[in-house]
Structure formats: C-alpha cells, structure tokens
C-alpha cells in the first residue's frame, strides 16, 4: 500500500492518493483544491481511481470532488449522515475558496463498517462523528494507517462548534481512536502525521457536561 501526499489549497488541506502498486488501483482521500496537482500524477502513476473518499463534508475537502470524478471516474463516497453538505458547500459561498463549488451526490453512501476495496487494501470506515455529525476515518488495519480528516490532527481536534458539531461526541471519538494500536500511523485532513501513540493527551481529555 503506497500513500502520497499532497498539501494543497485552500486551506493547507492534505490530500492522500492511496494505492495499490500491483493492481495499479487507487482512491483519494479527500480532494480540496488538489485537481491540478493530483491528476496529472493519477496519469504519471498509470492509476485506475475507483472513489473519492471524503472524511467529511466541508467545503475545504470536497471543492474538487467533481472535477476529479468526471476526469478519472471515480465514485463518490461519504457518509451518510453528511452526504447532504455534497449539495449545500455548493449553495454557501466561502472567501477561501475562489471559485464555485459544483453541487454533486454521493455515488456510495459510507457507513460504520463499510469496506471500501482497494486492489489488495482494505479501508475500513470508523464513523466519528464531532467536527460533523457525518465526519469519518478511514483504517487500514494491515498497514496500521488511519486517515483522521479533521477528527484527529497532531496534538489537537477539529473545531466542533460549527453545525453538526459536538464536543461530546468528538470526545467519544478521539477515545475510541486511542484504542486503536499504539503503533497505528495518523494521516490528518491538516498538519504532519503522527502516531496514535504520540496523542497522549486524548487520554486526559474530559468533557463536562452542561447543566
Ligand atoms: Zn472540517
Ligand atoms: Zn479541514
């Protein structure tokens, strides 16, 4: 399984391609402003991208969902309960991003347990919802790679203050990820890798309720 990684706008977004380096298929894990970039590279590798996978629904992360997906084929992939931001990022202007964002639909509608295949890779979807109600990761169990988006980035958390966010369930979230195997490799949506095991301040997180 080969990973790379490409820091692009608007917002300093990584966006991962993953593939398989003997079948030559692939996905894409997120696309913000990645197109330029990203597809000439598809072309150079020889690469069949089968899906998209986005980690969550804003705008940052899914601005060239449809312009990757009518050059390569791919499906679209995203979590049921954000599939609906696919429609409104392209509805709701943003200052970073210069040009408009066209509307789409999920082509594949990710859910807790989907595995997507890629070639010999298995990614499996962790629903972890806080930054938005539908925001995932996506596990690679056999490599030990975990794609965060902005549910988990090196030493912090993605905002939960925004709508579908919640700071009870990112807390619940980032515990469940923390149990995953120390060892396991961390391919935030923003910032430099890191290793579960590195994030040690995910174990004294607590969340008081309100009352
Ligand atoms: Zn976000
Ligand atoms: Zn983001």
């Given amino acids: 399984m080969d990973v790379e990684t490409f820091v692009v706008p608007p917002l300093e977004n990584n966006v991962y391609l993953v593939y398989d380096a003997a079948t030559r298929h692939g996905v894409l894990i997120d696309t913000a402003l990645a197109g330029t970039k990203v597809l000439p590279r598809i072309r150079e590798l020889g690469i069949t991208l089968t899906h998209i996978l986005n980690t969550h629904g804003h705008a940052d992360h899914v601005a060239d969902n449809v312009s990757i997906a009518k050059e390569t084929g791919a499906k679209v992939g995203i979590h049921e309960a954000d599939a609906y931001r696919l429609e409104k990022v392209a509805k ?17 509608v990710l859910k807790e347990g989907t595995v997507v295949e890629v070639g010999s890779i298995a990614l499996r979807v962790l629903h972890t919802p806080g930054h938005t109600e539908g925001s995932v990761c996506f596990y ?16 912090t958390f993605g905002f939960t203050n925004g709508p579908g ?24 949506g923003h910032g430099r890798p890191t290793r579960v095991a590195d994030e040690a301040w995910i174990a004294n997180l607590r969340y008081a309720a309100p009352h």
Avoid at 144 to 152: E, H, M, Q, V
Avoid at 165 to 188: C, D
Wanted: charged content about 25%; hydrophobic content about 35%; glycine content about 8%.
């Fill in 92 to 108: 709701e202007p943003r200052w970073y991003i210069s040009k408009p964002i066209a509307p789409s639909k999920a082509d594949v």
């Fill in 165 to 188: 966010g919640s700071p009870a369930m990112i807390f619940q979230s980032l515990r469940r990820l923390y149990e995953l195997p120390p060892e396991t490799k961390v391919f935030p």
């Fill in 140 to 155: 690679a169990p056999e490599a030990g790679y975990l794609f965060t988006g902005d549910t988990l980035m090196r030493g």
